[in-house]
Structure formats: structure tokens, C-alpha cells
């Protein structure tokens, strides 16, 4: 549970979501304090302006009450605990006594706060003439009781405003990757090219935060290209220069074979020349290597799997028969494959070299083609086998299964695998007819393409 936690606050596309997501939800809240406090300010200011106009209306019903000898008139307004008050002292007297605030002479003329005990009014105070004065009053707590319903009930009719919210969110996790589908293309993209394929990375329809880091990637691929043609070219020029001085050891060895040798000298020139073998063989496979992993260029033609099967076992017959080796190929049609010159070659002599050389002698090796359907290459042999936890290491260079004595260099099967990338085919190993021993190496080719325009050489 925690690594799995550990990888989803890695995630950007998490972070950024959850920011969205917590920013939107502030954001939805922070409006709707603000559209509440906005609507409950100006409920009170709608109050503050009732009360002028009731002010006003008391003024113009002043001649009602001008003969009357009473303090004034005291009556209830249209709102909730609001009460409206006309006095004026009668003529040739001394001012009433002010047995409430609101009857007080000092109020102030407009609108103003009056606390009185512990009420608190909202009073509007107008000066009729000197005799006359017109006071409104609206109690606070009423007043503040029926701003806070009122905004509240406008904020209730934006509720479906409110939807639009969750409808963000919902879209927040498809924004998120629509914006991160440029770093999927650019990883699949990678993700899918052959081992060879070192091009750059098209920087066309890139957004522009994601630039450098398509141009990083592009100048990586350059410098892991130069650095793997120099190796290339090191391990080709180091060949080519082990094979004059080899060369020349075998001929001298062959000379040397031809004199007269005691017993002794005899056997240990027999195992010299073994060793000069080997190592003439290690340096083609190192120029095989090299060869291939070079990229493909555009010269290509159509090849046959059957001649390179057939070609292979030409080459092969004196260490098949050497080591009593049964060679037998099985052919249902043929494949062809479009490719440069000596590349089918050098898969399918590697593949068959490997079974000769690494099976036992007096066993037996068996090549088939089929092309119904699928077009598959199979190398069988009747050997020890390969365990399945040590399938994929064998194809790594000088790769040497632990306890096995082997004759070779380790480089068949990795060569076979370069090879067979660059000719967009798949190399996997099994073992023979589900059986405890014995290794069925199988190559799946790529569809044929249509042949036309390209030639056909066996």
C-alpha cells in the first residue's frame, strides 16, 4: 500500500489534478462567501433605503396628525420589528421628556446606529419643520435576520450554477492527459523503434514546455550514437587487424603439420591449430557483430529463407559430420524477407551453427519453413535445452550458461537477435515439443510486403 502510494505522489498527472481540484474547490468556495457577503450588503443597503422612503411617506401623512394635541403617532412598518414614530411638542410648551431614545431630539438627522439597553436600532431621522420630526427605526437584530435570509435564498437560486463545479472536476482527469499525450507519443514512439534506431525525436505539433525536453532527448540519441559508431568501428578495425596475423598462423601451422613430428609435437599442433580456429572464427563473429549493428540503408531486396537455410548447411557439413551431427530441413513453401545483403545469411547461419556446436555429439538438428500463415523459421535441436530462467540472458554477448563447457564464444544467439531486429522479425526460445531437453529456437518474420519494385535474389 505505501509503494503504492509512493507512486502516485510521484505522478504529475496527480499532482496536477489534485491542484485543479483543491483550486477549484477554494475557488468555489472563496465565490460563494464572497457572492453571500455581496448579497447580504446589499440586503442592508436595501433596508437603509427603505427606511429614507418610509421616512418620506410618514412626512407626506404629517397633516393627519397636525391637530392632534397627542406627543405624536407611533405605528408599525412592513417589516419585522420596525416601528415608525411622528412627534412634535405642542406649541408654546417646553419639549416633551424623551422617555425613549427614539423620541430624543439629539438624534442625528439621515440614518445612524442608536443603541438603547441592549436593543439596537437602525434609525432614520428627518426634520420636518420646527415643530415636527419623523423617526423609522428597524431593530438590528431583525434587520441583520432578514439580510442573512435573504442572501441566503439568493445564493440557493445560483445553485445550478454550482454544477458547473463538479462538471470541472469531472473533466479536470481528461484535461490532465490530453495535456501529458505529447510525453505518451514521444515515450511510445521511442518505446517501439528498433535497438538501431537512434533518430532524432520530430519536434512538429510539440508544445512548447515540452520542447527542451524533446531537444535533451534528441542530443542524447546523437551523442549515443557517435559513441556506439565508434565502438562499432573499434571492434571492426581490431578484427580486421587480428585476421592478417591469424591468417598467417594457420599457414604456418599447416606447414609446420606437413614436416615430420614426433608423437608428441604432433598432438600439441593438433591443439594449436584448434585454438587458431577458434580465434578465426571469434573474429568473424566480432565482424558479424559489428555488421550487425550497423543501420539498415536503402539497399535492400527480397531474400529466400530456403537458400540461406541451404547455404548455412554448405557451410556447416564438415563440423556436422566432424561431430556426427544429423543436418535435415523441412520446407513448406519458402519466405521471403527484405533485407540487405548478408544479413538473412548471418541469421540463419549463426542459429544453425549454434545447435551444431552446442548439442552433443551424434545428435541431430532440424530446420523448418512455414509460411502458412505466419511466417515462422524453427531450429531444433535434441540437446541439454536451455532452462527458461536463463532464456533471455543467452542472447547477451559472451553470455555462458554456469556448468556448461562451451565450444563457441557466446556471440551466435546475440548476433542472431541484432540481426533479426533489424529485420523487424522476433527470435524466442523453447524447448523441443514441451519436452525436459532438447531447444527449438523460433524466428517469426514480419507479413511480406508486396515485392514490387524490389528484386529477388536467392
Known amino acids: 500500500m505505501d509503494g503504492r502510494q509512493g507512486v502516485v505522489n510521484r505522478s504529475l498527472r496527480w499532482r496536477i489534478g489534485k491542484g485543479l481540484v483543491v483550486l477549484t474547490v477554494g475557488v468555489a468556495v472563496v465565490a460563494a ?77 439621515g440614518i445612524s446606529n442608536v443603541k438603547e439597553g441592549r436593543s439596537a436600532w437602525r434609525v432614520a431621522v428627518k426634520t420636518v419643520d420646527a415643530d415636527t420630526r419623523v423617526v423609522v427605526a428597524q431593530r ?34 481528461p484535461l490532465v492527459d490530453g495535456a501529458f499525450r505529447p510525453l505518451a507519443r514521444i515515450a511510445d514512439g521511442l518505446d517501439g523503434r528498433p535497438i538501431d534506431d537512434l533518430a532524432s525525436v520530430p519536434l512538429a505539433g510539440i508544445p512548447l514546455e515540452v520542447e527542451p525536453f524533446a531537444v535533451a532527448i534528441n542530443r542524447l540519441l546523437e551523442r549515443v550514437g557517435n559513441s556506439m559508431t565508434q565502438q562499432r568501428r573499434f571492434v571492426a578495425d581490431a578484427a580486421h587487424e587480428l585476421r592478417t596475423p591469424l591468417a598467417a598462423l594457420s599457414l604456418q601451422a599447416e606447414r609446420l603439420g606437413a614436416a615430420e613430428l614426433p608423437g608428441e609435437a604432433r598432438r600439441r599442433l593438433e591443439e594449436m591449430e584448434g585454438g587458431i580456429r577458434r580465434l578465426r572464427r571469434l573474429v568473424e563473429q566480432l565482424l558479424d557483430q559489428a555488421r550487425s549493428q550497423v543501420p539498415t540503408d536503402g539497399n535492400v531486396t527480397f531474400r529466400s529463407v530456403r537458400e540461406a537455410v541451404r547455404r548455412a548447411f554448405e557451410d556447416m557439413v564438415p563440423v556436422a559430420e566432424a561431430r556426427r551431427i544429423d543436418l535435415g530441413i523441412t520446407a513448406e513453401g519458402d519466405i521471403l524477407v527484405a533485407c540487405r545483403e548478408g544479413d538473412l545469411d548471418m541469421l540463419v547461419r549463426n542459429l544453425v551453427e549454434n545447435a551444431v556446436r552446442h548439442i552433443p555429439e551424434g545428435g541431430r538438428v532440424d530446420v523448418s519453413i512455414h509460411s502458412d500463415g505466419a511466417s515462422t523459421l524453427l531450429v531444433e535441436d535434441d540437446g541439454p535445452g536451455i532452462a527458461p530462467e536463463d532464456r533471455e540472458r543467452v542472447f547477451e554477448p559472451f553470455r555462458s550458461l554456469p556448468g556448461v563447457e562451451s565450444p563457441g564464444s557466446g556471440l551466435g544467439l546475440s548476433i542472431a537477435k541484432a540481426v533479426a531486429g533489424r529485420l523487424g522479425a522476433r527470435v524466442s526460445l523453447e524447448s523441443r515439443d514441451h519436452g525436459a531437453s532438447g531447444l527449438r529456437v523460433r524466428v517469426e518474420f514480419p507479413p511480406p510486403a508486396d515485392p514490387g519494385g524490389i528484386s529477388r535474389t536467392g
Open 140 to 173: 438590528m437584530g431583525a434587520r441583520n435576520r432578514i439580510a442573512i435570509e435573504r442572501a441566503t435564498h439568493a445564493l440557493g437560486d445560483l445553485a445550478p450554477l454550482l454544477l458547473v463545479v463538479p462538471l470541472f472536476l469531472l473533466l479536470v482527469g
Open 33 to 109: 462567501a464572497s457572492g453571500w457577503g455581496l448579497f447580504f450588503w446589499h440586503e442592508l443597503h436595501e433596508q437603509d433605503e427603505h427606511l429614507r422612503i418610509a421616512n418620506a411617506e410618514v412626512e407626506v401623512e404629517r397633516e393627519e396628525v397636525a391637530g392632534r394635541a397627542e406627543d405624536g403617532r407611533h405605528a408599525r412598518g412592513p417589516y419585522p420589528e420596525e416601528i415608525r414614530i411622528v412627534h412634535r411638542p405642542v406649541p408654546g410648551t417646553a419639549p416633551l421628556p424623551t422617555d425613549s431614545v427614539l423620541r430624543s431630539w439629539d438624534l442625528p438627522e
